[in-house]
Each structure stands twice: as C-alpha cells, then as structure tokens.
C-alpha cells in the first residue's frame, strides 16, 4: 500500500500494488456509545477585534473573533467542523495541532486536502478519543494567517471525571502576540477569575507563537499535569519555578484554591488572576528570578510501550537543521534547512505501518527550532545524550534549541503523509519541514 498526498490523485502503481490517496483516509462516522456529535461551523474572515488591552488589530478571523470558537468535546463525541472561507484571500484549511485524526482530516494543503479559497468549504468529521488540551489553526501560508489570527483552542474531556471536578475552575489561556502586544487571555478575552478557597482550579495555557514563552505562576505551588495535552505520571509539587512553554505546546497547570489572589505571569508581565474573593491583598512575588523546571527530570518515571533505546528501533531519521543555501521560489537563497535542503526538496522519510522510529534531531544555527510532527506524540528519549529521567514525556512539539541535540521516538500506527516542520512557522515557510510518509 503506498499512500499519496491528494495532489495528485491517486496515481497508478504501475502493477507493484495498491496506491491510496491520503484524501481518502477520512474520519470517524458515529460517536462512542452515550457520546454525541458536536457540530461546529467555523467561518474565515477578516475583520476588526479589540484586544483585552483595549487596542483594535485588524484581523483574520473565524466567526470575527481571535481566538476563534473554542472547539469543545466530551471524549467519545464525533467532533464535525464546517470550515468555510469568506475573505481570505491566501485560503484557509485547519489543522488539528496535537490531535491523531485520521490524514485526511489533518488540514495540510496540497497534502491532505486543497485548500478552502473564498467561497470554498471543507467538512472535518473525527471521533474526540484523546483527552486534552489541543489547538486548531490554519495550515496554508500559515506564518501569516496563524499571527493574524486564524487559530483556536480545542479542548477534550475525559469521560469519567472525579467527583470534584463539577466545581473545578478549568480555565484555557492561549498566548499569542498581536504585532507587538503579547496576550494571554480566556477565549472571550477575560484576564480576571475567581475562585473559591480550596476549589481544584486547571489553566490550560496554550502558545499559539511562534517563540517561546516564560511562564510562572505566583502564589500558589502547582503541579504541571499534562504536557501537550498528555497527562504526566505522578507530577511532583514545585513553587517558585517558571515553565519555558515551546512554540505551539501546552501545559495544563493545576492547584487549589489558596486565600490569596493567585497571577500566572507571561514573559514576565502581569497577565491572569485568580482571586478568592473579599478583599485578600496581591501577590508579593517576583517570579523573574525563578529557575526554569527542566520537564526531562520531572514526575515519576513509569513504563512506556516500546524500548526504543534497544533493538525495537526499526526506522532511524536524523534530521540536523540550520540556515544554509537552499533553493527558495527557483533560485538559491539564504535559508532555514533541514539536511541542507529547503522543503519542497527534502527527501521524504519513508516508513511503515508498526514501525518503530527515532527521529535525532541537531540544531546547528542560532535560532531556537520548535520540532513539530503531525499526526503522532513522540517521546523524548534524550537531550544533548541525557537521558529523560522523569514522567514519559509524550510531546507534540519540542523546542530545540541552538547547539542542541534531541532524541525522540514513536510508532508509526496513522498511516497516510504527515508534515514534519519547525513550528516557527516563518521557518517552516522558508524550507524547515519535510514529509513522512507511509508506503
Ligand atoms: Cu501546528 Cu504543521 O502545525
Ligand atoms: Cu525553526
């Protein structure tokens, strides 16, 4: 079986064997038995929006707002999206940032789908198996339209909660930078919450940048429960510590209640509150002197389904990038690479079903590159050859950074053709990215 991007169509093996396009590898039809079908219709268009500063951007949007909708679902639920473009002139696809849909629901332009001109629409249908918090933006020339406001939030709870959970305060906080001005919000743009003494409060902070961010969380101790939307094992309590969030990543923040107002900070700038009501004081701490919580030697370590420092590795990859003379638009500039190629013409890396793979992955430039695959968690096995010592760290997307050196690996279990790319979408756009795909 050799499965091909959907341009073109599904091609004639020439009598070796069956081709498949990816187009074809669609999603779930009905949901998990007591779930639902939640249906969304997400409009691209461009428009005015106020930031919680009170500053007016002009945007694109879906349905007018940044972030758009937030896309929501109970584990088990079949999420249906109906993507439609109104004014937008580059088109529009969505992408499921995180989430293992089936390939022809992952909105990769060209690859999976052909983009969603004005007038068009695309249908996405997948079942919400996987909990966490995710994000969804748009794939095509997406270092514009993912700065100018093309994305979302997409959140997905397990079926069975703990008994407390009705009472939790569940907050989901993507950052993102509007030209200038950096902003960490709920979806409708609230900065202020409260909470009662002593209830369970999660903040799902979601980066939707293209650099990292520091984050810190004063006045309170917090355990970080989930790390791209994955839940860690046995995450330790820390105080004082701030978290260095990787383009595109997410953590999911947890405490309780304390009597005293408690601030996540961004970058050092006073962004959410929590307050417990009455008239408690603020918080005294200054977080911008806090060490930075190394994720590798974090919870506690447990098994994981493969040995991929052993012998299991059946597929090796070794990606080094760096900013080289690649050929860009037909004629050779300076660009960011990978292997010393501009995407379109990195080699595809070519897998099969059940393999077993290492990606190496070497930053030989001064730039941070936040390694992104498409339709798989991968866990970190090592950095700069130190091992990972904590909770199996399952991660959508890593950041590695100048002169560092990252072991990974996953099994190959979604078959179809899958971007590999710098989530510093500018990168991306200039040739960081590549193609792998099952054959
Ligand atoms: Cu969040 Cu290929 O991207
Ligand atoms: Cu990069």
């Known amino acids: 079986l050799l499965f091909l991007p959907s341009e073109p169509a599904a091609v004639d093996g020439g009598g070796t064997g069956q081709t498949v396009s990816v187009a074809d590898l669609r999603g779930a039809g009905e949901p998990?038995?007591?779930?639902?079908?939640?249906?969304?219709?997400?409009?691209?268009?461009?428009?005015?929006?106020?930031?919680?500063?009170?500053?007016?951007?002009?945007?694109?949007?879906?349905?007018?707002?940044?972030?758009?909708?937030?896309?929501?679902?109970?584990?088990?639920?079949?999420?249906?999206?109906?993507?439609?473009?109104?004014?937008?002139g580059d088109g529009v696809t969505l992408h499921w940032h995180g989430y293992d849909v089936p390939c022809?629901?992952?909105?990769?332009?060209?690859v999976t789908q052909d983009v969603v001109r004005p007038g068009g629409e695309f249908v996405y249908r997948f079942r919400a198996d996987q909990t966490g918090t995710y994000?969804?933006?748009t794939h095509q020339a997406s270092h514009r339209g993912v700065r100018r406001g093309l994305f979302g939030t997409l959140v997905v709870t397990p079926r069975d909660r703990p008994a407390d959970d009705a009472r939790r305060l569940d907050l989901t906080l993507p950052v993102h930078t509007y030209d200038d001005t950096t902003v960490l919000a709920d979806p409708d743009g609230r900065t202020e919450h409260t909470a009662a003494v002593d209830t369970p409060v999660r903040l799902r902070v979601v980066n939707t940048d293209s650099v990292p961010h520091r984050l810190a969380l004063a006045g309170t101790p917090f355990r970080v429960a989930a790390v791209d939307g994955r839940d860690l094992n046995r995450p330790g309590e820390v105080v004082r510590t701030a978290l260095r969030l990787p383009a595109g990543g997410r953590y999911d923040l947890v405490f309780v209640m304390p009597d005293r107002p408690v601030t996540l900070v961004v970058d050092d700038a006073d962004a959410v509150h929590v307050r417990p009501g009455g008239d408690a004081g603020g918080p005294v701490e200054d977080p911008s002197g806090w060490p930075e919580l190394d994720l590798l030697r974090y919870g506690v370590p447990a098994a994981v389904p493969f040995d991929a420092d052993g012998g299991d590795v059946t597929r090796h990859f070794t990606m080094v990038l760096d900013r080289g003379v690649a050929m860009v638009d037909g004629s050779p500039a300076f660009a960011q690479t990978v292997n010393g190629r501009g995407h379109p013409s990195v080699p595809d890396?070519?897998?099969?079903?059940?393999?077993?793979?290492?990606?190496?992955?070497?930053?030989?430039?001064?730039?941070?590159?936040?390694?992104?695959?498409?339709?798989?968690?991968?866990?970190?096995?090592?950095?700069?050859?130190?091992r990972a010592a904590g909770s199996p760290l399952?991660?959508?997307?890593?950041?590695?950074?100048?002169?560092?050196?990252?072991?990974?690996?996953?099994?190959?279990?979604?078959?179809?053709?899958?971007?590999?790319?710098?989530?510093?979408?500018?990168?991306?756009?200039?040739?960081?990215?590549?193609?792998?795909?099952?054959?």
């Not at 022809?104 to 060209?110: S, T």
């Not at 077993?356 to 050859?385: A, K």
């Not at 989530?423 to 960081?432: C, F, K, Q």
């Open 32 to 88: 998990a038995p007591g779930g639902e079908v939640r249906r969304y219709t997400l409009t691209a268009r461009v428009a005015t929006v106020r930031l919680p500063t009170g500053r007016e951007v002009e945007a694109w949007t879906f349905d007018g707002r940044v972030p758009g909708p937030p896309v929501t679902a109970t584990e088990g639920d079949v999420i249906e999206v109906t993507l439609r473009n109104t004014d937008i």
């Open 104 to 110: 022809g629901e992952d909105g990769a332009p060209g």
């Open 135 to 137: 994000w969804y933006h």
């Open 349 to 386: 890396q070519l897998v099969a079903e059940g393999d077993l793979v290492r990606f190496t992955v070497v930053n030989r430039s001064l730039e941070t590159h936040p390694w992104h695959l498409h339709g798989h968690p991968v866990l970190v096995l090592s950095r700069n050859g130190t």
């Open 394 to 439: 399952w991660m959508d997307t890593f950041d590695v950074r100048p002169g560092e050196v990252w072991r990974v690996a996953f099994r190959a279990t979604n078959p179809g053709v899958w971007m590999n790319h710098c989530h510093n979408l500018a990168h991306a756009h200039e040739g960081m990215m590549l193609r792998l795909r099952y054959h």
